[in-house]
C-alpha cells in the first residue's frame, strides 16, 4: 500500500506541471487585460505598457513560466495585481472557509445518502425505490444556487433560524455559531451531492444482495444490520467511496456560485473577484490549490480501496 501511495504522489507532480503550463498558456491570452488592470482605471497605452514591463509580461512565455514555476516550487505564488498581496496568504485565508463548508457539505451527503440508497436497494423495484429515485432525480437537475436561494427564504427570511450570510470562524464564537453560517450552503451543495451517493449506494448495494456469499449470510441466520452493514456496504464500498471522492470537485466547483450567493469570504468568491479584475496571479493560485485539493481527496479515495478490497493493497 505504501508503495501504491508514493507512486500516486510522484505521478501527480508531472500532471501538476502540465496543468500548471496549460493554465500558464490560456491566461496568457488575458495578458492586456491583466495589464491594463495593475495599470488602474483611465489608463494610457504608456501606462499599459509599463504595467507590462513591471509585471514582466514582456518577456517571452516560457521565461514567464520558468519564473513562476520555480517560484512556485518554493511556495510563492505572486503577488495579485489589484490588492498587492501575496497569493499564497490570500489562498490560505480563504480555504479554511471553503475546506469547512466541504466538509460539512460531505457529511452530510453521505449521512443521507447513503443509508437512502440502501433502503432503495433493500426495496428494489417497489414503491420506496421509486420515490427515492425520482426524490434523487430532481435534486440533481436543480442547480445549487436555485436550491440555496429557496433555504434562505424559507429558513432565514421566513422563518429566522438560521443566518442567511456570513462566516463565523470555530475559533471566535464556537462549534454553534460556525455550524449555523455553514449549514444553509452545505445542505444547496449536499442536495445534488447527497442524490449522486443514493444513486450510486442504490446501484451497488442493489448488485452486492444479489451476490451468493449475501444468500450464505442470511442462510446462517445472521442479523440484518450484520449482513447490510458488516458483508453489504464493505463489498459495495469501493463504487461508494469512488462518488464519493468524485463530489469533491462538485463541491469545488459549486462552492463559486454559493458562496457568492451566501456571501461568504472563501475560497470561491476569491476566484470570483479575481476573474472580474482580471488578477492572472491569483486566478492561476486557485486552480492550482483546487488541483492540490482534488488530488489530495483522490489519493485518500485510492488508500480506501485496500481497506474494501484486500486484494488491491498489493
Keep these: 500500500m505504501l508503495r501504491i501511495v508514493v507512486r500516486r504522489i510522484l505521478s501527480a507532480i508531472p500532471l501538476l506541471i502540465v496543468l500548471s503550463f496549460f493554465v500558464f498558456v490560456l491566461l496568457d491570452l488575458m495578458q492586456g487585460n491583466a495589464a491594463a488592470a495593475a ?10 505598457a509599463a504595467a507590462e514591463t513591471r509585471l514582466g ?15 512556485a516550487i ?11 498581496q501575496s497569493v499564497t ?67 432565514a427570511i421566513s ?26 450552503p452545505a445542505l444547496a451543495l449536499a442536495a445534488i451531492s447527497g442524490a449522486e451517493v443514493a444513486r450510486q449506494t442504490r446501484a451497488a448495494m442493489a448488485d452486492t444482495l444479489g451476490q451468493d456469499f449475501m444468500r450464505t449470510a442470511r442462510s446462517k441466520g445472521l ?18 467511496v469512488t462518488i464519493v471522492g468524485l463530489q469533491a470537485s462538485r463541491i469545488l466547483a459549486g462552492s ?33 490549490a483546487s488541483a492540490v485539493a482534488v488530488l489530495i481527496v483522490n489519493l485518500i479515495v485510492d488508500v480506501s480501496y485496500g481497506y474494501f478490497n ?3 493493497r498489493r
Design 89 to 155: 496568504s490570500l489562498i490560505t485565508e480563504r480555504i479554511p472557509i471553503t475546506l469547512s463548508l466541504a466538509l460539512v457539505t460531505l457529511v452530510i451527503a453521505v449521512l443521507v445518502g447513503v443509508p437512502a440508497g440502501v433502503t432503495a436497494a433493500l426495496h428494489a423495484n417497489r414503491l420506496l425505490d421509486r420515490v427515492i429515485t425520482a426524490i434523487t432525480s430532481v435534486l440533481m437537475a436543480v442547480p445549487p444556487f436555485v436550491i440555496g436561494l429557496v433555504l434562505v427564504l424559507v429558513f
Design 159 to 184: 422563518a429566522s433560524m438560521l443566518p442567511a450570510t456570513g462566516y463565523s470562524p470555530i475559533g471566535e464564537n464556537g462549534f454553534g455559531d460556525w455550524l449555523s453560517h455553514l449549514l444553509l
Design 223 to 240: 442479523r440484518a444490520p450484520v449482513i447490510i452493514g458488516k458483508h453489504g456496504l464493505k463489498n459495495a464500498g469501493v463504487p461508494i
Design 310 to 312: 484486500p486484494r488491491l
Design 39 to 48: 495599470a488602474g482605471e483611465n489608463a494610457t497605452p504608456q501606462d499599459i
Design 256 to 288: 463559486v456560485t454559493i458562496e457568492f450567493v451566501f456571501a461568504l469570504p472563501g475560497f470561491g468568491s476569491l476566484a470570483v473577484t479575481a476573474v472580474n479584475q482580471r488578477d492572472v496571479p491569483v486566478i492561476l493560485g486557485v486552480v492550482m
Design 57 to 71: 509580461l514582456d518577456k517571452p512565455l516560457l521565461v514567464r513560466y520558468w519564473i513562476w514555476l520555480t517560484h
Design 74 to 84: 518554493r511556495g510563492d505564488l505572486g503577488t495579485s495585481l489589484t490588492s498587492s
